[in-house]
């Protein structure tokens, strides 16, 4: 059991707590999701309940944080890493070793256990969580589910009685998100507690026995899973919650005309017969052909290595295409002509912040700075405040409305999004959402790879299934079929 | 460089530690390297230049076994065979490019072989093993783990600078290396502290003993090569 009696934490540096007064009680073998806006203060309740607070992050705890009979905060990281296991958010930098095997014994050897227990332990792992098909593999090889699978074996091994998980699902696509809610239910009927803090939680429906909701740092409000199922849909976007049954979205879709009315005139975008391979015979895009207009939303859709993201590469021009051929306004465009017609966004902002401040950012490469374009801008997303900070003082909501700043600055006529709503709470979602909506009433065409049901469902007009290589208005009917595949 | 992923003990026919296979390298590529062709040492060399050949084909290499054996053969034919027909620049270009072939392609082919055939596992473990303090070894085996990272970083933020048409890597080379550092420094900061904090939680440094399980150990046939090593270097420095 563990136990938190009036814990409060404050980050060295900070004037506030960033916990205040929590009084919970996690029972062995319970289901715990923890939820909130983003910024509310899980992250920081999951690293008192692994260590990290107080070892990693210093700072003031007050009260105290019982695991059994005794004090986590007084326990070393390596007592408390055979309690208390930790699978991280992103599966890239959760990992020391750079293949699957010592992944898994990772753990392991660093409690000192001789090798013959290793072995089996990892062994154990391996058949429990199904692993075989990942062993002896470069980690670098493997998708970001098939890491965190990975992630949570190595965890495994160790053998803790109790798991966090921090926004498991934030980089997974739903099929990796099935995989790990079957992994979970697993752990879960093996008797272990289980806490996870996630935004999107649909997945985990059927596994949740309590919610705690979190605001400002206190809990506000505590739910039996079943309750929590069943709140009312207006409290719940009230509280910025993700819905629970994403596939019942569908239903507030307005009517199937409306999307295509909304397709303005002006250039179109034309891809005929486009085709990719990275190696020979490796056919990632085959023929790909469609049209585009301006006022179109199009979420790439497809099973996972079909080739969304190299389609985005293709048809930004940071990949040269090996066949095909793409027209903007009937004009045929080189590789180097999409890159200046369009502008992708990343799903890791860091990635396209160059500069020490973010009206700086805006016009990064513009010869002749329009300043009140750049005001506007700011106003628009609703960034102004922030104008003269660096880019990574921003959280991550805010970097990503800058490189979208960046974008409507450089007048990109076509927009991509890889991902924009992982790890985003239903607020920043619809913020998102919005933003994208109003690109696309001004004349932009845009495209989003998006495995985020919720957020495609209020989003796109149109979608291009990649396993079916065709386009497809986004009405109730095609919602369905891609419901059935998504949660079925 | 390129370490395999955990050797498979199935797929080679001789099994050698990293620290012979270490042994192993410096005595070659001193030998090939420093050795003359007469008497003892021309012995010596040619020891020392089946010994890669041998050890390629016992990890299945047999394609880069061939092209040593070939390129092996070639230069020693043409410095034999073909050179003293040669006159003035052209014979000075020859004896070098053979020169150099023979003297360093055996050592080369060494190193090849023990990167292929070592994993990181391996070789961590090998460096614990000749108790490397873990100051030395906890950064090398991050530094194993962190050139892929930072490959897979400087392409996302290539691509993101190519969409943004920043600085060109000839005409404004500064600003070139600026907008990739810049990005870089930063992705890589966050990953070294979120990879510290998830180390952390799996109980690295935990001031005990780490353990391992990757399976290390001198057998038979490292003290033939240990001992081997050894009595070449011997013959080599004695005579």
Not at chain 1, 294 to 323: C, F, Q, R, W, Y
Not at chain 1, 325 to 331: D, S
């Amino acid at each position: 059991m563990i136990r938190f009696a009036d814990f409060s934490f404050c980050y060295e540096g900070m004037n506030e707590d960033t916990l205040k007064n929590i009084n919970m009680e996690i029972k062995d073998g319970e289901f715990l999701l923890l939820t909130g806006r983003s910024g509310c203060g899980k992250s920081t309740l999951l690293r008192s309940l692994n260590g990290l607070i107080p070892h990693f992050y210093p700072g003031e705890t007050k009260g105290d944080l019982l695991y059994g009979e005794k004090s986590l905060l007084k326990m070393l990281p390596s007592e408390i890493a055979g309690k208390v296991g930790t699978v991280f958010q992103d599966p890239r930098s959760q990992f020391f070793m750079t293949d699957t095997t010592r992944e898994l014994a990772f753990g392991c050897e660093n409690m000192g256990y001789e090798r013959e227990e290793i072995i089996s332990r990892v062994e154990k792992a391996v058949t429990d969580l199904e692993l075989e098909q990942y062993l002896n593999r470069s980690i670098f090889a493997l998708s970001s589910g098939e890491k965190q699978q990975i992630a949570i074996g190595s965890v495994y091994a160790l053998a803790p009685k109790v798991y966090i998980f921090d926004e498991p699902s934030a980089n997974l696509d739903h099929e990796a998100t099935k995989r790990l809610a079957g992994i979970m239910k697993k752990l879960k009927s093996a008797g272990y507690t289980i806490i996870v803090a996630d935004h999107r939680f649909y997945y985990l429906r059927d596994l949740i026995d309590s919610v705690i909701y979190i605001e400002n740092g206190s809990i506000v409000a505590r739910y039996t899973g079943k309750e929590f199922c069943e709140l009312d849909k207006t409290l719940r976007i009230h509280k910025g919650l993700r819905t629970v049954y994403p596939e019942k979205e569908i239903d507030n879709k307005q009517d199937d005309k409306l999307a295509v009315k909304s397709r303005l005139g002006g250039h179109k975008l034309k891809v005929e017969n486009l085709s990719f391979e990275y190696e020979k015979k490796q056919r990632i895009l085959d023929n790909i052909s469609f049209e585009a207009s301006p006022g179109d939303v199009i979420g790439v859709i497809g099973h996972n290595g079909a080739g969304k993201t190299t389609l985005i590469s293709v048809l930004t021009g940071i990949l040269k295409e090996k066949g095909g051929k793409v027209y903007y306004g009937g004009k045929k465009l080189s590789p180097a002509n999409r890159r200046r017609l369009s502008y992708l966004v990343m799903q890791d902002a860091d990635y396209q912040l160059f500069t020490t401040s973010v009206e700086e950012e805006l016009t990064l490469g513009i010869s002749d700075v329009d300043s009140d374009l750049v005001s506007g801008t700011l106003d628009k997303l609703a960034l102004s405040e922030y104008k003269d900070k660096h880019p990574a003082a921003l959280s991550g909501g805010q970097k990503q409305r800058v490189t979208i700043g960046a974008s409507l600055i450089k007048n990109s006529e076509v927009l991509y999004f890889d991902e924009p709503t992982s790890g985003l709470d239903y607020d920043s979602m619809i913020r998102v959402s919005e933003l994208i909506k109003e690109l696309s009433g001004g004349g932009a065409i845009i495209f989003l790879v998006s495995h985020d049901f919720e957020f495609i469902t209020h989003t796109c007009t149109r979608m291009f299934d990649l396993d079916a290589e065709k386009m497809l208005d986004v009405n109730k009917g095609n919602l369905q079929m891609l419901a059935k595949k998504y949660f079925a | 460089m390129e370490f395999g992923v955990c050797s498979d003990k199935s797929k080679a026919f001789i099994r050698l530690d990293p620290r012979s296979k270490l042994l192993l390298l410096m005595a070659i590529s001193i030998i090939m390297i420093g050795g003359t062709t007469v008497g003892i040492e021309g012995v010596l060399r040619i020891i020392c230049a089946a010994i890669p050949f041998l050890l390629l084909l016992s990890i299945r290499q047999y394609k880069a076994a061939t092209i040593y054996l070939l390129l092996l053969g070639t230069a020693l034919f043409c410095e034999k065979q073909v050179a003293p027909y040669t006159h003035g620049m052209c014979n000075i270009i020859l004896m070098m490019i053979c020169g150099l072939i023979t003297r360093f392609v055996a050592g080369y082919m060494m190193g090849w072989y023990t990167v292929k055939s070592t994993s990181v596992s391996e070789f961590i473990t090998a460096m614990e093993h000749m108790h490397c303090p873990s100051f030395i070894s906890i950064p090398i085996s991050v530094m194993f783990r962190y050139f892929p990272t930072l490959s897979e970083e400087y392409k996302s933020i290539n691509d993101a600078k190519r969409m943004r048409e920043l600085g060109h890597p000839l005409k404004q080379p500064l600003t070139y290396v600026e907008y990739i550092l810049v990005p870089l420094m930063m992705s890589t900061v966050r990953i070294a502290d979120e990879l510290s904090a998830a180390s952390l939680s799996k109980g690295l440094s935990a001031g005990e003993k780490r353990t391992h399980i990757c399976e290390i150990g001198i057998g038979s046939i490292d003290i033939v090569a240990i001992i081997g090593s050894i009595t070449m270097f011997v013959l080599f420095l004695v005579y």
